[in-house]
Every structure is written in C-alpha cells, then in structure tokens.
C-alpha cells in the first residue's frame, strides 16, 4: 500500500499525490483543530496577560477626609445682660410737657394726673430740678416742683447741660444809675399759698403765690384748647412782702378735666393745677 502521506484528498474524492511528498502536511480536519487550538491558547495568553497587569497596578490610598470636630457646648452659658430699667413715676396732678428745662421753653402738650412718664435725666438741683421725661411718643421735660422724686432715683439720673446756655435768662444791660438798696431777689423761690383746686365753668378761680418783694411774674393756664386768653391772666408785680394773686373768669365752655397752671418770676418757675369738674 502507497504511503497516505504522501497523499492528499482532492475534492473529487480522488487522491492526488504529491510530486514532493513533506511529512509536515496535515490533513484538513487536523489542520482546523490546530488553528482553534492556536487560537484559544491566543485568548488564554492575552487573559492572563491582563490579569498580571491589573494585580500589578498599584492601588491608590484611600484620601482622609478632614472631620471638624464640634464645638463644645459650654455647660454653663454666661448669663444674658439685662439692661438697667428705666425708672418711671407717676404724677399726682397736671403738669405742661415742655420743650426744654424752664417755663420759658415752649408746651408740648399738657399731661393730666396720674399720666405714666418714664425718667430719662435731670438738670439743676433742690426746687431748680427739671426731669427730662418720655409720655408716650413725646419727650420734654417737666418741673421737679410738681413731681415727686425721690432723691437717690434722681441721683442716678444722667445729667444733661445741653440746655443750660438757652434756659438761662438774658440779663439786661446795667442802668446808668445805681439800682436802689431795696432791689428784691429775682431768685427767690416761688411757693403756692392758694391753689386753684375744683372750679365749676363760668365760676371765678384764683392763685395766690409768695416769691421776692417787688417781682415780675406771669402765669399761664392751659385748657384742652389752648393757653387761656381770660381777663385777670397777665402779667403782676408781687407786693412789698412778695405776695401776688391772680383771679380769673373759668369759660363757660370750658372742657372738663384738670388743667396746668405755670407760673413764672425771673428765672424761677412753678406749677399748680386747677380741676373743671
């Protein structure tokens, strides 16, 4: 029998043989399982080949994250500033919420007994005290002679001289002539002798004070509509002992109420207070 392999299958079915006959020629179906042998060994070999890769990869370290730590809590929390109260009274009768510290300053508005003020500070001394004061939306000052306040409360009031240059009174120009010996006092206190009290419209009322021989005073009464223009309301002199009365007609259309009454002498100044029933 011929050698096969020096054969080969040809399509015919034949075989042909071969002029140069090599022993490394396969067969067909040989040859097949050698290429997918070839090529499975190809695709291990490429597997292992990443897989070496990825083993030998270095790996990064993980990144700290940065933790903020909290803030203690203080377990005995300083305790909270109460600001000082601001003290307050209550005034016992009428009195004029005025612009500055004097008589001579302008009425805000007149504020009946038992009116609510809150204190904010003072100015001046003994009878000359005047109390910067808060009534509602509207601060002014009122005459320490008609409110009642007591003296340590006073002295822990702030001071205020801002108004002393204004409340101080112009003194007139020196006369020619010497003044005489028996020239009064202008600084003389005022003291109420008569009070108004309860007056029934279109009855009389009247005021009597005592203040330095000889001085000038004026006086002002402030109804619901305003400072009253009533005959008897004008300016007086006090008599040879300092005593000086004023007497005035109550309108019969008077609003009922109780009313301030400021009186003036220099640069001394009172109030009192008459009541319409």
């Known amino acids: 029998m011929e050698d096969e392999r020096n054969e080969i299958w040809?399509?015919?079915?034949?075989?042909?043989?071969?002029?140069?006959p090599s022993p490394f020629i396969l067969q067909p179906s040989a040859l097949r399982v050698l290429v997918i042998a070839a090529l499975t060994a190809f695709v291990l070999a490429c597997g292992q080949a990443g897989t070496a890769t990825s083993r030998l990869a270095p790996t990064a370290a993980p990144t700290a994250s940065a933790t903020v730590a909290p803030a203690p809590i203080p377990t005995n929390p300083p305790p909270s500033v109460t600001p000082p109260a601001v003290p307050h009274l209550s005034i016992a009768r009428a009195?004029?919420?005025?612009?500055?510290?004097?008589?001579?300053?302008?009425?805000?508005?007149?504020?009946?007994?038992?009116?609510?003020?809150?204190?904010?500070?003072?100015?001046?001394?003994?009878?000359?005290?005047?109390?910067?004061v808060r009534s509602g939306d509207d601060i002014g000052w009122v005459s320490g002679t008609v409110v009642a306040v007591d003296d340590a409360v006073a002295a822990a009031l702030p001071t205020e001289e801002s108004f002393a240059a204004v409340?101080?009174?112009?003194?007139?120009?020196?006369?020619?002539?010497?003044?005489p010996a028996a020239a009064p006092s202008a600084r003389a206190a005022i003291v109420i002798v008569k009070e108004p009290g309860t007056v029934s419209a279109g009855r009389r009322a009247s005021v009597t004070i005592r203040t330095?021989?000889?001085?000038?005073?004026?006086?002002?009464?402030?109804?619901?509509?305003?400072?009253?223009?009533?005959?008897?309301?004008?300016?007086?002199?006090?008599?040879?002992?300092?005593?000086?009365?004023?007497?005035?007609?109550?309108?019969?259309?008077?609003?009922?109420?109780?009313?301030p009454i400021s009186i003036q002498c220099g640069d001394q100044s009172a109030e009192t207070e008459v009541t319409v029933p």
């Open 10 to 20: 040809r399509p015919e079915g034949r075989r042909l043989k071969l002029s140069n």
């Open 95 to 132: 009195v004029n919420l005025r612009s500055g510290p004097g008589t001579t300053f302008a009425v805000i508005r007149p504020l009946a007994a038992k009116t609510e003020l809150d204190l904010l500070a003072v100015m001046g001394d003994g009878n000359g005290r005047w109390y910067k």
């Open 167 to 179: 409340a101080a009174p112009t003194e007139p120009p020196a006369a020619p002539t010497a003044a």
């Open 212 to 259: 330095a021989p000889r001085a000038t005073c004026s006086i002002t009464v402030w109804y619901k509509s305003g400072p009253s223009t009533a005959a008897g309301l004008d300016d007086a002199q006090a008599d040879a002992k300092g005593l000086m009365n004023w007497s005035w007609k109550v309108g019969t259309r008077t609003t009922s109420g109780t009313w």
